[in-house]
C-alpha cells in the first residue's frame, strides 16, 4: 500500500510538471504622475494639483499550436480602467474582446496626428465635436497585416432597445481602417470607415476617416480628415486636423497642432481648435506639458475654452 501510494504522488508531481511546461506568465507594472492643471477662468476648478495612479496585470502563454493568449487589466486609482484578451494567431492576425478600450477598428484611428503630448482637443469643452469613434465596452476586435497593408477592424453589439419591438431595436457598431506604409519611405495613410449605432436605427451615425503622416528625420508633420454623417435631419459634422511634431534629441519633443470643425448648419460658426506639447523622457520618468485653446466652442460664436496641464509621470 505504501509503495503503491508513493507510485500514485510520484505520477502525480510528473503530472504538475509537465503541465506547468505549458504556464503562462503573469506580470505586474504601473505608474504615478503628478499633475497642475489650469483650467478657462469661467469653470470652477478647485484644486489644480492632483495625483493618478495605475495599475496593470498582464499575463500571457502560447498554446501548443503556437498562438499566443494575451490578458491584460488596468486600474486607475484603484477602480477598474480597461481589459482585454487577444488570440495572437500568427500570420493571420489577432483577433480580441475588450473593454473600456478602443484598441481596434476606428476608435484606434480617431486621431492619428503627430503630438508630444495630448490631442489638441483634449479636456476641452468641445472635445468629442467631430471625433470618430464606436463604444468602446463589449468589442470584438481584429488587427492583421497581408502584403503591407495593415486591417484594423471592431464589432460592437448595441441593443440597447432588445425586445421593445424590431423596428426599435438599435443597430450593432462597426469598423474597419486600413492602413500602409509600403507607398514611400516615412510615409503612413490610412482610410477607415464605421458605423457608430445610436438608440435606434435612425440615430446611427457613418463615419470616415482619411489620414497621412509623413516622417522626414526629426520631423513628423500630417494631416488627418473626419467625417461623421448623421442619420435623419441632424447635420452632418466634418473635422480638419493638421499637425508637426520635432523630436529635438531622442529624449526632447515639441508639436503643434490646429483642427477646425464644420457643423454643417448656417446657424453655426466652426469650432476652431489649437495645441502645443512638449515632453522630456530620463529612463522611467516623463515631465510634460500641453496648452490647448478652443473658439467657438460647439459652433456657438464667442464660447471660448482653454486649459494647461504639466505633469510629471513615473513608470515602474
Given at each position: 500500500m505504501i509503495k503503491l501510494r508513493k507510485l500514485g504522488l510520484t505520477a502525480l508531481a510528473?503530472?504538475?510538471?509537465?503541465?506547468?511546461?505549458?504556464?503562462?506568465?503573469l506580470d505586474v507594472s504601473g505608474g504615478a504622475s503628478f499633475k497642475y492643471v489650469s483650467v478657462d477662468e469661467t469653470e470652477v476648478s478647485g484644486q489644480p494639483f492632483n495625483t493618478g495612479k495605475g495599475i496593470t496585470f498582464a499575463g500571457s502563454g502560447e498554446m501548443d499550436n503556437g498562438w499566443n493568449m494575451s490578458y491584460s487589466y488596468t486600474m486607475s486609482d484603484a477602480a477598474f480602467s480597461s481589459s482585454y484578451i487577444t488570440?495572437?494567431?500568427?500570420?493571420?492576425?489577432?483577433?480580441?474582446?475588450?473593454?473600456?478600450?478602443?484598441?481596434?477598428?476606428?476608435?484606434?484611428?480617431?486621431?492619428?496626428?503627430?503630438?508630444?503630448?495630448?490631442?489638441?482637443?483634449?479636456d476641452l469643452d468641445g472635445q468629442a465635436n467631430g471625433v470618430a469613434g464606436i463604444t468602446s465596452d463589449g468589442t470584438i476586435g481584429y488587427t492583421g497585416t497581408f502584403a503591407g497593408l495593415g486591417v484594423s477592424a471592431s464589432f460592437n453589439k448595441n441593443g440597447s432597445n432588445e425586445g421593445t419591438g424590431e423596428t426599435a431595436e438599435a443597430e450593432s457598431s462597426k469598423s474597419i481602417v486600413l492602413t500602409s506604409t509600403s507607398l514611400l519611405d516615412g510615409l503612413e495613410v490610412g482610410l477607415g470607415i464605421?458605423?457608430?449605432?445610436?438608440?435606434?436605427?435612425?440615430?446611427?451615425?457613418?463615419?470616415?476617416?482619411?489620414?497621412?503622416?509623413?516622417?522626414?528625420?526629426?520631423?513628423?508633420?500630417?494631416?488627418?480628415?473626419?467625417?461623421?454623417?448623421?442619420?435623419?435631419?441632424?447635420?452632418?459634422?466634418?473635422r480638419n486636423h493638421v499637425a508637426i511634431s520635432f523630436a529635438v534629441n531622442e529624449d526632447l519633443s515639441v508639436s503643434y497642432g490646429r483642427s477646425t470643425?464644420?457643423?454643417?448648419?448656417?446657424?453655426?460658426?466652426?469650432?476652431?481648435?489649437?495645441?502645443?506639447?512638449?515632453?522630456?523622457?530620463?529612463?522611467?520618468?516623463?515631465l510634460a506639458g500641453f496648452i490647448n485653446s478652443s473658439d467657438n466652442v460647439g459652433g456657438t460664436s464667442g464660447t471660448d475654452d482653454s486649459v494647461k496641464e504639466v505633469s510629471l509621470a513615473f513608470a515602474f
Amino acid at each position: 500500500m505504501i509503495k503503491l501510494r508513493k507510485l500514485g504522488l510520484t505520477a502525480l508531481a510528473g503530472s504538475l510538471a509537465a503541465t506547468s511546461a505549458y504556464a503562462g506568465a503573469l506580470d505586474v507594472s504601473g505608474g504615478a504622475s503628478f499633475k497642475y492643471v489650469s483650467v478657462d477662468e469661467t469653470e470652477v476648478s478647485g484644486q489644480p494639483f492632483n495625483t493618478g495612479k495605475g495599475i496593470t496585470f498582464a499575463g500571457s502563454g502560447e498554446m501548443d499550436n503556437g498562438w499566443n493568449m494575451s490578458y491584460s487589466y488596468t486600474m486607475s486609482d484603484a477602480a477598474f480602467s480597461s481589459s482585454y484578451i487577444t488570440l495572437d494567431m500568427g500570420d493571420a492576425g489577432t483577433v480580441g474582446f475588450y473593454n473600456s478600450t478602443g484598441a481596434t477598428g476606428i476608435s484606434a484611428y480617431d486621431d492619428k496626428m503627430p503630438t508630444a503630448g495630448e490631442e489638441v482637443w483634449d479636456d476641452l469643452d468641445g472635445q468629442a465635436n467631430g471625433v470618430a469613434g464606436i463604444t468602446s465596452d463589449g468589442t470584438i476586435g481584429y488587427t492583421g497585416t497581408f502584403a503591407g497593408l495593415g486591417v484594423s477592424a471592431s464589432f460592437n453589439k448595441n441593443g440597447s432597445n432588445e425586445g421593445t419591438g424590431e423596428t426599435a431595436e438599435a443597430e450593432s457598431s462597426k469598423s474597419i481602417v486600413l492602413t500602409s506604409t509600403s507607398l514611400l519611405d516615412g510615409l503612413e495613410v490610412g482610410l477607415g470607415i464605421g458605423d457608430k449605432s445610436g438608440t435606434s436605427p435612425t440615430t446611427s451615425v457613418d463615419q470616415t476617416i482619411a489620414y497621412a503622416k509623413y516622417t522626414m528625420g526629426s520631423v513628423t508633420m500630417g494631416y488627418q480628415m473626419t467625417d461623421l454623417d448623421n442619420s435623419g435631419t441632424t447635420a452632418d459634422v466634418e473635422r480638419n486636423h493638421v499637425a508637426i511634431s520635432f523630436a529635438v534629441n531622442e529624449d526632447l519633443s515639441v508639436s503643434y497642432g490646429r483642427s477646425t470643425v464644420d457643423f454643417g448648419v448656417s446657424t453655426k460658426v466652426d469650432q476652431e481648435d489649437a495645441g502645443i506639447a512638449a515632453s522630456y523622457t530620463m529612463g522611467s520618468m516623463t515631465l510634460a506639458g500641453f496648452i490647448n485653446s478652443s473658439d467657438n466652442v460647439g459652433g456657438t460664436s464667442g464660447t471660448d475654452d482653454s486649459v494647461k496641464e504639466v505633469s510629471l509621470a513615473f513608470a515602474f
